[in-house]
């Protein structure tokens, strides 16, 4: 059996600021998860979100659901 490895990437909008989140989208179709962590601590917590979740907070985020910071 083979398991698949979380594939981190953060987002083509990030200045590189400091104050990111990686996302593995490549375990929503084996898992229905997708995993999350702050890129400044690649070998700290993993929050594992259930898929449908995540994507009602991207949603909301898009649909400017969350204010502004």
Same mark, same amino acid.
């Given at each position: 059996?083979?398991?698949?490895?979380?594939?981190?990437?953060?987002?083509?909008?990030? @200045?590189?600021?400091?104050?990111?989140?990686?996302?593995? *989208?490549?375990? !929503?179709?084996?898992? #229905?998860?997708?995993? $999350?962590?702050?890129?400044?601590?690649?070998?700290?917590?993993?929050? @594992?979100?259930?898929?449908?979740?995540?994507?009602?907070? *991207?949603?909301? !985020?898009?649909?400017? #659901?969350?204010?502004? $910071?």
């Amino acid at each position: 059996m083979m398991t698949a490895s979380p594939r981190w990437f953060k987002s083509s909008y990030s @200045n590189n600021g400091g104050q990111c989140i990686e996302v593995a *989208v490549n375990l !929503v179709a084996p898992r #229905g998860v997708v995993p $999350v962590r702050d890129s400044k601590d690649p070998a700290g917590p993993v929050l @594992n979100l259930p898929a449908s979740a995540f994507a009602a907070f *991207v949603t909301g !985020v898009k649909a400017g #659901g969350f204010g502004t $910071v």
